[in-house]
């Protein structure tokens, strides 16, 4: 890859990937950095600021091509290829994860999920197999695993991930409220905490209504 690109920048990314997939659904084939300022609710400059940083993508008076664009910015999201995913953790939050079956529109397939607890032993989530912990060695030898979820209780989070890393799984989206500590450092990890964004939206409530 060329030059690195920050954070802040990929972070915006799924966002215009995600209205470019809606603008796509209406059968908008082209649009201007204006267009989808006004859409996005960000500055004109911010986009073509943005999308500069991958080499542009707009063409002077034309605007942007919607699926030119869509496909581009799939590819630096690493969408062109199916991304397979394990779930540890077959509770609310990780049958809630494998009953979302939209996912799969973006190439992630839950493939199965783990548990500890006996009574979900043969159980399935939307076709998706519910194994044991047991099996779970078995199954990510036999098949190609790309990202693990960790939807279990934080207490174990740290053993599975790292056996997990053991397997050769490098990616991790990490549900449980734990700040992994990982024996590999090249592995990524993705928390995600739903927590925090209530959080964030408290504090913004609290600021609105001391204004
Ligand atoms: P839950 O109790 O419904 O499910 C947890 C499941 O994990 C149970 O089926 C249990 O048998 C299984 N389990 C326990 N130890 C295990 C192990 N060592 N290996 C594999 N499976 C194991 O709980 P829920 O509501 O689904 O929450 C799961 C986790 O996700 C908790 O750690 C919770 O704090 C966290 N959570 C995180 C959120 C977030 O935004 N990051 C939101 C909601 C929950």
Same mark, same amino acid.
């Given at each position: 890859?060329? @030059?690195?690109? !920050?954070?802040?920048?990929?972070?915006?990314?799924?966002?215009?990937?995600?209205? +470019?997939?809606?603008?796509?659904?209406?059968?908008?084939?082209?649009?201007?950095?204006?267009?989808? !300022?006004?859409?996005?609710?960000?500055?004109? !400059?911010?986009?073509?600021?943005? +999308?500069?940083?991958?080499?542009?993508?707009?063409?002077?008076?034309?605007? $942007?091509?919607?699926?030119? #664009? $869509?496909?581009?910015?799939?590819?630096?999201?690493?969408?062109?290829?199916?991304?397979?995913?394990?779930? =540890?953790?077959?509770?609310?939050?990780?049958?809630? +994860?494998?009953?979302?079956? @939209?996912?799969?529109?973006?190439?992630?397939?839950?493939?199965?999920?783990?548990?500890?607890?006996?009574?979900?032993?043969?159980?399935?989530?939307?076709? =998706?197999?519910?194994?044991? #912990?047991?099996?779970?060695?078995?199954?990510?030898? !036999?098949? @190609?695993?790309?990202?693990?979820? #960790?939807?279990?209780?934080?207490?174990?989070?740290?053993?599975?991930?790292?056996?997990?890393?053991?397997?050769?799984?490098?990616?991790?989206?990490?549900?449980?409220?734990?700040?992994?500590?990982?024996?590999?450092?090249?592995?990524?990890?993705?928390?995600?905490?739903?927590?925090?964004? #209530?959080?964030?939206?408290?504090?913004?409530?609290?600021?609105?209504?001391?204004?």
């Amino acid at each position: 890859m060329g @030059k690195e690109i !920050s954070q802040a920048v990929i972070r915006r990314m799924p966002r215009y990937y995600r209205y +470019l997939g809606e603008l796509l659904d209406e059968g908008v084939e082209r649009i201007s950095s204006n267009e989808l !300022s006004e859409k996005m609710k960000v500055t004109a !400059s911010q986009i073509r600021q943005d +999308l500069n940083n991958f080499g542009g993508f707009g063409q002077q008076g034309y605007g $942007y091509n919607v699926q030119y #664009l $869509y496909d581009e910015i799939g590819k630096i999201l690493g969408l062109e290829e199916q991304h397979n995913i394990i779930v =540890i953790g077959a509770g609310n939050l990780g049958q809630a +994860l494998a009953n979302y079956g @939209k996912f799969e529109k973006l190439g992630f397939m839950i493939i199965g999920l783990f548990d500890i607890n006996p009574d979900l032993m043969g159980r399935s989530q939307r076709g =998706i197999p519910i194994m044991m #912990l047991e099996e779970l060695e078995e199954f990510v030898i !036999s098949h @190609k695993i790309d990202i693990a979820a #960790l939807t279990m209780p934080k207490g174990s989070a740290d053993t599975i991930a790292n056996q997990l890393v053991k397997l050769g799984i490098h990616a991790i989206w990490n549900f449980a409220h734990v700040d992994l500590d990982l024996m590999d450092k090249n592995v990524v990890v993705e928390n995600v905490h739903l927590s925090d964004s #209530l959080m964030q939206l408290s504090y913004n409530m609290m600021r609105n209504e001391a204004d």
